[in-house]
């Protein structure tokens, strides 16, 4: 006799064998959703044991180089072909990485410019307060006590 979490295990695992031949397909022939071009020499591989997938990067005569590995649950052959396709170094040259590389430390290097900018302006502001208020230019707060009557 089976129970409802047997029955949708093997459920899960009837589809998930069905969803790898697809899967392999977006990795080998290529994913134009996401401008994947696909890759023969990338296989994937389900391990049940585990709940994982895993791709490997395999051609004769080579040791098999392991490419990702994802859990069952969160997988998405979007978002693999989508991070497959940034690292292809047919796609991507070295001057390319280094170009965009170079490009966010200019981004971050103006935020923090803007930032240091920022700060000075407010240690300025505070250091003419300070200034103004040891020569006496400066008018010191006034405190005002909530029950005028007590002042009496």
């Given at each position: 006799?089976?129970?409802?979490?047997?029955?949708?295990?093997?459920?899960?695992?009837?589809?998930?064998?069905?969803?790898?031949?697809?899967?392999?397909?977006?990795?080998?022939?290529?994913?134009?959703?996401?401008?994947?071009?696909?890759?023969?020499?990338?296989?994937?591989?389900?391990?049940?044991?585990?709940?994982?997938?895993?791709?490997?990067?395999?051609?004769?005569?080579?040791?098999?180089?392991?490419?990702?590995?994802?859990?069952?649950?969160?997988?998405?052959?979007?978002?693999?072909?989508?991070?497959?396709?940034?690292a292809?170094?047919?796609?991507?040259?070295?001057?390319?990485?280094?170009?965009?590389?170079?490009?966010?430390?200019?981004?971050?290097?103006?935020?923090?410019?803007?930032?240091?900018?920022?700060?000075?302006?407010?240690?300025?502001?505070?250091?003419?307060?300070?200034?103004?208020?040891d020569?006496?230019?400066s008018?010191?707060?006034?405190?005002?006590?909530?029950?005028?009557?007590?002042?009496?």
């Amino acid at each position: 006799m089976t129970t409802a979490q047997e029955n949708h295990f093997h459920a899960e695992r009837a589809k998930l064998q069905q969803m790898a031949a697809h899967w392999q397909d977006k990795l080998n022939y290529g994913d134009p959703s996401v401008g994947w071009e696909g890759d023969r020499a990338l296989v994937l591989y389900a391990q049940p044991i585990t709940d994982e997938l895993v791709v490997y990067y395999e051609l004769p005569n080579q040791k098999p180089v392991l490419v990702a590995k994802v859990d069952v649950e969160g997988f998405d052959i979007h978002r693999l072909c989508t991070v497959l396709r940034n690292a292809d170094g047919r796609r991507h040259s070295t001057k390319d990485v280094i170009a965009r590389v170079d490009a966010q430390n200019d981004k971050v290097d103006k935020e923090n410019e803007y930032t240091q900018e920022q700060s000075m302006g407010k240690a300025k502001e505070k250091l003419q307060w300070a200034l103004a208020k040891d020569s006496g230019r400066s008018i010191a707060p006034l405190h005002v006590t909530k029950n005028p009557a007590k002042l009496q």
